[in-house]
């Protein structure tokens, strides 16, 4: 990552070939049909079916390989109900290793895991001490690797190259019958921090839900916590 950033400093002419060079992965993505018999679950012989599509992701190394391993990030609180989780999975892990069984926990991560899909086994956790960046750098720019529904008043939006995607499959506020959509800064985008020394947890953890939608439980959040690297460059 950093030997592709430090190309922008470069005044040479960048080409594909010499873009080609570096190590990447591709994502593709593909749909596949899918119906949903409206008669048979609601009881109510008539309704016709629902027919939609379901997009199917894969992602592929600069020699074609599937790629089938990946690293998740967290940023959690020491002594929340999820760092408690993760630290019981990992001692599990190492546990199945001691004594030579298969040392991997099935989860599924993302919906229509009844059909198959978004299966996956852990086989190992990893606590990354960051006790050098609980505060964020003046002129630092940090990375984000998740999907992030930010308080802007802790960035400095003139100065991110921000990726904003927008869905409207699902109402983000229920109001005189107006359903909105939900908009969110996706994985890839470059984040400036304002330069106030704001907490990075603070910076990567969305925003608080249950004020837009009534729908939700206080305190309930669309999304998890983001996780943010600094770009050293």
Known sequence: MNDFLILSESK????????????????????IQKFRLENQIK?????????????????VDKED????????????MEGTCISNILKYMKNS???????GDKSEIPCFLGGKGSSGYNEYSIHNIEIISEEDE??????ANYLNIGVLLPNFDNIDENNSVLDIYT???????????????????????????????????KVGKSIDNSK?????????????????????V
């Open 12 to 31: 040479e002419i960048i080409n594909v070939k010499k873009m080609k060079n570096f190590n990447y992965i591709k994502k593709n993505q593909t749909f």
């Open 93 to 99: 892990i190492s546990e199945q290793k001691t004594i």
């Open 134 to 139: 609980e505060i964020s750098s003046t002129n």
């Open 43 to 59: 009881e109510l012989p008539g309704l016709p079916n629902v027919a939609y599509s379901l997009p199917i992701l894969s992602f």
């Open 212 to 232: 837009y939608n009534p729908l939700y439980k206080k305190n309930a959040i669309i999304f998890g916590n983001s996780y943010l690297i600094k770009l050293e």
């Open 167 to 201: 869905s409207d499959r699902k109402p983000f506020e229920i109001e005189n019958e107006i359903s909105k959509v939900i908009s969110f800064v996706t994985a890839g985008s470059v984040i400036k921090v304002k330069e106030d020394k704001t907490e990075l947890y």
């Open 65 to 76: 390989n599937f790629v089938k391993e990946f690293s998740f990030f967290v940023k959690v």
